[in-house]
């Protein structure tokens, strides 16, 4: 039997995308105040730096996947203008709800599509610019979601990915105090769940490292493949362009 990562356990394939869901269905409604308060606000900068890194420019096409609470979203609608536009897309069906109505609350109308990265709903050169924050440690086939992502891309369009990657080891040993102790309480006092806020930081242990995120999305058909630490490389940026 085929097996995958679900933080450090080893469960089937199959199930990992529903373990996954399960997860994200308890902490959606706390999602954006467990983000505050685990980066102390340096998600916001981040998220502006990958926006900057991809180059959206008005009149574009932009997808954006496993949008969750729709921050990536709201800031490329603003780059694309009314000429553009946004499709915000998530496999969990709570977190694509909650950031189509931030979305809306913000004057932004965009089509959401409840989807699976790994099977994109989209034809082929679809997008000028497909966009992933935080949301590729949590798919199953990493490589078949980047193969999609780049698929769906126009020819000299950008895949941009914005996750967790891995720290300066001068850091690892506060690092991991931080991420094994410091979360999961966070997580229990704030989302009433210790153990997906466990999961966040196995996750982030089991994810590729820069390099080897680098090389995936070469293998997936990207060129000029490039990546950007931020906070000593607890956060990378990558981005590759579609030939």
């Known amino acids: 039997m085929k097996e995958a990562d679900f933080g450090y356990e080893r ?131 990493k490589d078949a979601a980047l193969a999609e992502m780049t698929r769906v891309l126009r020819p000299g369009g950008r895949l941009v990915v914005l996750e967790f990657s891995r720290v300066a080891k001068p850091l690892e040993r506060a690092y991991d105090l931080y991420s094994f102790r410091l979360l999961p309480w966070l997580g229990r006092r704030v989302a009433g769940d210790a153990d997906a806020y466990r999961y966040l930081a196995e996750s982030i242990r089991m994810h590729p490292d820069q390099q080897a995120l680098a090389g995936m999305m070469q293998e997936a058909g990207l060129a000029q493949v490039e990546y950007f630490n931020l906070a000593a490389g607890v956060v990378a940026v990558h981005r590759g362009y579609k030939l």
């Open 11 to 141: 469960v089937p394939l199959d199930d990992k995308a529903s373990r996954v869901a399960g997860v994200f269905d308890l902490v959606a409604e706390r999602y954006d105040l467990m983000n505050d308060l685990m980066s102390l606000g340096l998600h916001r900068l981040w998220k502006a730096f990958a926006i900057h890194v991809a180059r959206v420019r008005p009149g574009e096409q932009v997808l954006d996947v496993a949008s969750g609470s729709g921050d990536l979203a709201r800031a490329l609608a603003r780059r694309v203008g009314p000429s553009g536009q946004v499709w915000i897309s998530d496999i969990n069906a709570r977190m694509l709800e909650r950031g189509r109505d931030r979305l809306l609350d913000a004057g932004c109308l965009a089509p959401a599509v409840q989807c699976d990265a790994e099977c994109l709903p989209f034809p082929g050169n679809s997008f000028d610019c497909v966009t992933v924050g935080f949301g590729l440690r949590n798919m199953t086939r």
